[in-house]
């Protein structure tokens, strides 16, 4: 079929007609109103040429007269990529020679420059992509526009938003005019502007009916004639939207906290790594005496605070507790949520928490002994902590003699998350305190510039160490910079598999520091001893740095120092205005340089778990590729426990349901930003959050590191490929531990996310460098080769 009336398209067509002629033909099949019209099949397109006398005949059959000529991709109004504008519509076509031309014009916009661009971003295969064209009669408007079944912009699932002005609604779609926006809530609407009350509750229904009809909001297109007729003119899926929390079946709205961020992640996590972080971040919340469930929102790991926000005692100090490692822009989404009369607070229940309160008072002094301990004697800390990382890593390890998948599973599935033993808790938990309270204490006496500072260079930061240890192999391996400098780090990891690269150290570094990664919380991710290339790319960049001054052992070392007499000196100024206060600031200082270091110490420790279980799964992950299975062993990583285990006792076939949650994880790859908190209807708080002005090229966050550096931005995505100058600012949504290698030849830090303990600054300090967080859009509103000056003491990022 070269030629087909719309009325016979459907969904189940969509290689057929493509995208937009398979939603038309739902729509009619709908009953909805449609202009009546034809499409030119993919089949047409596929043979080269065009069927001129079944076009001429279905347009006479149309009537003639004036027609809209509009693309119909294969790859279009797809629920991930909509391809709006990215191809050729044609209007107000007339006679058949226009027709003809304008079918090949759209036919051609298939390789245009913008739909080649648009496929690129999307990773779309381009010689999978065929073209169909739509022809439908033209709606002489006297009002059009665009209507969404969900807010857009806040993401809202309980409000519609339309768009109108007078005329044809090109001028809406393209922005080339000043439209009427209005907000369909279920009030009842003035219907001022062009639209009246009326038309307004008729779009809002049809909207309701589409929504039902292909189950998730979508972007309607729609016109209404002289005769007061509202047509259809395109109906596709909303593809920014984030997706919605899980639905609760309770009338009161919910609220949601992004808990990524806190370890260095806002990209998707696997599903296998899913469940393992949500008990690590479940016991990283009540060491701070937080209590929530952690839920999965677009493969994100967010915190249902629902019941804190409503609780009378909790809400007192929940904001408060965020500042240490949620920051700055989760404080103020949940000072909304708490002045929200929704979010009223509810009498508590003592007796459903008598049990939990009774545990929870025990847990508490057993922290405050050990802290205390670990003030009093910082090293005698650090010993006891070190000796439970060691016992924890043996721990780790499986036992000889694992040979099938089955007993490789019942190993994976034994090891429940442990909480960390109170020896390496309450030393972090001392340091985190010792550097927290200074500033209180100093308020009027030391800037907070000058606290960052006595925070830098500190030592026994295991993360550190291992910076450093990467910066000597770089410093040793000098004798094959060209070779290490100018080779692809996917072919030195090759080589170094086949024992024909040098030895540069490299073994000895990953047996000890190989069970890290980017992202290494997640049990879905490689680590740099199964996938060495990111270590490669970090090394050429430490070759780059030529200047001894900017060594990062150097800098390392005058951070350090600058801090020792940064402390001297406010404790001596302190200690003359506020003898008290003074020395109890002095104490907590220098015990913040004996113990904050150690706090990336619990984590490196619980990765040597994760490792073991990784390696333990890809074994089974081969087994089951062997009996056809799965297609590869890494696609275990997309499954859940329960569903391997089905395979390996049951031989069940999973690959369908790897290859469907493999194409959301690809998409969720691609989406650069995630909310720093949903309600659960949708809405993203900090979306609604009044804005401050800010001058023209300045973006405002947190200063989080001390100082001021002026430098090309280096916009990065991702650590593995990231190629750094000395001397570039590195501008990124958020940072972890695999990321803070890049530190070493950056002149400053930026980032979207983020609190003033969490990693990225803690390096930053450490290194020197200044930093700004919680700039929201900043890898969207600088882009690489910008000048950019961040100042920490103002906490601000300007664009020259």
């Known amino acids: 079929m070269r030629v087909i009336p719309l009325s016979e398209t459907s969904a189940d067509m969509v290689d057929l007609v493509g995208g937009k002629a398979a939603g038309l033909g739902e729509l009619i099949r709908g009953g909805e109103r449609v202009p009546p ?460 598999r086949q024992g024909t690269l040098p030895d540069i150290g490299l073994a000895a570094f990953l047996d000890t520091y190989g069970h890290r990664g980017a992202a290494e919380v997640d049990l879905g991710v490689p680590r740099w001893d199964e996938d060495p290339v990111p270590v490669f790319t970090m090394i050429a960049n430490y070759l780059r740095v030529t200047d001894p001054e900017q060594a990062p052992d150097r800098r390392f070392a005058r951070a350090a120092a600058t801090a020792e007499a940064t402390l001297h000196q406010l404790v001596a100024r302190a200690r003359r205005r506020r003898p008290v206060r003074g020395r109890l600031a002095g104490f907590l200082l220098r015990r913040a340089r004996a113990l904050t270091g150690l706090r990336e110490a619990g984590k490196f420790a619980g990765l040597y778990r994760l490792r073991e279980m990784r390696r333990q799964l890809l074994a089974v992950g081969v087994d089951l590729t062997s009996a056809g299975l799965l297609d590869q062993p890494g696609d275990i990583m997309f499954l859940t426990l329960d569903e391997v285990h089905d395979a390996v006792h049951q031989n069940v076939d999973h690959r369908q349901t790897v290859a469907s949650r493999r194409a959301i994880h690809q998409r969720e790859l691609r989406r650069r930003t995630v909310p720093v908190a949903l309600l659960s209807d949708g809405t993203d708080l900090e979306a609604i959050l009044p804005t401050l002005a800010a001058a023209d090229g300045t973006l405002t966050g947190v200063g989080a590191a001390a100082g001021r550096a002026t430098g090309p931005a280096r916009v990065v995505h991702d650590p593995t490929t990231a190629h750094i100058e000395p001397g570039d600012v590195l501008v990124t949504a958020t940072t972890d531990p695999g990321w803070t290698p890049l530190f070493l030849t950056a002149a400053a830090l930026v980032t979207e996310t983020g609190a003033v303990m969490a990693h990225g600054p803690t390096v930053a300090r450490e290194y020197g460098i200044p930093a700004v967080i919680c700039v929201p859009d900043a890898t969207r509103k600088i882009s690489t080769g910008q000048i950019i000056t961040v100042d920490a003491a103002t906490g601000t990022v300007t664009i020259h």
């Open 37 to 496: 019209g034809f499409c030119v099949t993919t089949e047409a397109y596929r043979s080269g040429v065009i069927p001129q006398a079944e076009i001429v005949d279905a347009y006479e059959r149309l009537g003639g007269g004036p027609v809209a000529v509009r693309s119909s991709a294969t790859a279009e109004d797809l629920p991930d990529a909509s391809f709006a504008g990215q191809q050729d519509t044609v209007l107000d076509v007339t006679g058949t020679a226009e027709l003809i031309a304008a079918i090949e014009k759209c036919r051609g916009s298939l390789h245009g420059a913008r739909a080649v661009a648009y496929r690129d971003a999307h990773h779309i295969d381009h010689d999978a992509v065929r073209m169909a064209v739509v022809v439908q009669r033209m709606v002489a408007a006297e009002v059009s526009g665009v209507l969404f079944t969900a807010n857009p912009v806040t993401g809202c699932r309980t409000e519609m938003m339309v768009d109108a002005a007078p005329g044809p609604g090109t001028a809406v779609v393209d922005g080339g005019a000043v439209v009427d926006h209005y907000i369909l809530d279920g009030s009842d609407q003035d219907g001022t502007g062009c639209l009246a009350a009326a038309q307004l509750a008729e779009l809002r229904g049809a909207g309701e009916r589409l929504q039902r009809h292909f189950g998730c909001p979508q972007d309607v297109e729609w016109a209404i004639d002289e005769g007061g007729t509202v047509w259809l003119l395109q109906s596709r899926p909303i593809t920014t939207l984030f997706p919605l929390p899980p639905d609760t079946d309770k009338p009161l709205p919910r609220v949601y906290l992004e808990f990524g961020h806190v370890q260095g992640m806002l990209q998707p996590v696997t599903p296998m790594g899913m469940s393992t972080l949500k008990s690590l971040v479940a016991a990283m919340l009540a060491a701070l005496g937080i209590r929530a469930e952690i839920v999965d929102i677009g493969g994100r790991l967010y915190g249902d605070l629902t019941d804190l926000a409503r609780s009378r005692s909790a809400r007192r100090r929940l904001v408060k507790l965020m500042a240490v490692d949620f920051g700055p822009r989760a404080q103020a989404v949940m000072q909304q949520v708490l002045a929200d009369p929704r979010f009223a607070p509810s009498k508590d229940r003592p007796e459903r928490r008598r049990g939990a309160d009774v545990a929870s008072l025990r847990t508490a002094v057993r922290l405050v002994v050990g802290v205390v301990r670990a003030l009093a004697r910082p090293d005698a800390a650090r010993t006891r902590m070190f000796d439970a990382i060691e016992r924890l890593k043996l721990r780790a390890a499986a036992p000889d003699g694992l040979r099938t998948a089955v007993e490789r599973l019942r190993f994976v599935q034994a090891q429940e998350p442990a909480s960390s033993p109170d020896d390496i808790v309450s030393p972090i938990v001392a340091g985190m305190l010792a550097a927290a309270l200074p500033a209180h204490l100093l308020k009027g006496v030391a800037r907070e510039d000058e606290i960052h500072a006595v925070l830098g260079g500190m030592p026994y930061n295991v993360t550190i160490e291992m910076d450093l240890a990467l910066w000597r192999l770089a410093e040793r391996a000098g004798d094959h910079r060209q070779l290490l400098l100018h080779t692809p780090p996917d072919e030195l990891t090759a080589r170094y």
